[in-house]
């Protein structure tokens, strides 16, 4: 019972530097989410995706970037990493956008 | 398009006590409402939601929600608090349309303290 696993758990980057958050999820669901969650602010929706080949804008997606290749993994690319980056990152899936799944979260900071 | 907005960042109430924590929303569309609770260094869980049918909701240990359309709310109360209910909870809406629910948008979060 995997569910929505996130790796990795802890990121240090450095500035400039790129990553990619890898997010997968063994239920077979459409719907997958990127939030990240900062002190106060609750959790903005970086992207989403209804499903295979399918991805679009939150409300936060500048400086990332996301792919949809498989209905498991939604991947989330940080390019050009920036310290306004530092968050909690959570992975969340849903089977037609009624309940979300959500993911241990990473924690990345930029330095 | 949809927003969130709880109304209060922090709550501290006595054990026991009943409590309240506010949710409104904006939304020119049907829609889903949720209440999620984040235990500290943990990821979401649901803890209830609205889909259609009874406005009245309930979840397993004791918190219910009222969808209140006129008002565009779904407050979380629960009649008597416990130490266990201390957590970050979150009110979020997702828009439906007729080719499904849209992006799920979160709420700041509400942080309820409860003392001994």
């Known amino acids: 019972n995997a569910g929505v696993t996130q790796t990795p758990k802890f990121r240090i980057l450095k500035i400039g530097q790129s990553m990619t958050l890898q997010c997968t999820q063994d239920m077979n669901h459409n719907y997958m989410y990127w939030y990240r969650q900062d002190p106060g602010m609750g959790l903005k929706l970086i992207y989403y995706s209804v499903g295979a080949g399918i991805t679009d804008k939150g409300e936060v997606p500048n400086g990332y970037n996301v792919s949809r290749s498989t209905t498991e993994d939604f991947p989330l690319r940080l390019e050009l990493a920036a310290p306004s980056q530092t968050s909690v990152y959570f992975c969340a899936s849903s089977p037609d956008g009624s309940e979300a799944f959500f993911g241990q979260g990473t924690r990345l900071t930029v330095v | 398009a949809q927003s969130v907005t709880q109304l209060d960042s922090q709550v501290p109430v006595f054990e026991e006590a009943p409590v309240e924590l506010r949710c409104n929303y904006s939304?020119?569309?049907?829609?889903?409402l949720f209440w999620y609770v984040q235990y500290p260094n943990q990821g979401l869980q649901l803890l209830l939601k609205?889909?259609?049918?009874?406005?009245l909701v309930k979840s397993i240990n004791g918190f219910e929600a009222e969808f209140n359309k006129s008002q565009t709310s779904f407050h979380l109360r629960k009649p008597s608090v416990h130490i266990s209910d201390t957590a970050e909870y979150f009110c979020a809406v997702s828009d439906w349309k007729f080719q499904g629910a849209q992006k799920l948008v979160f709420g700041q979060g509400t942080r309820l303290t409860i003392n001994p």
């Open positions: 609205y889909l259609s049918g009874s406005t």
């Open positions: 939304s020119s569309v049907s829609v889903y």
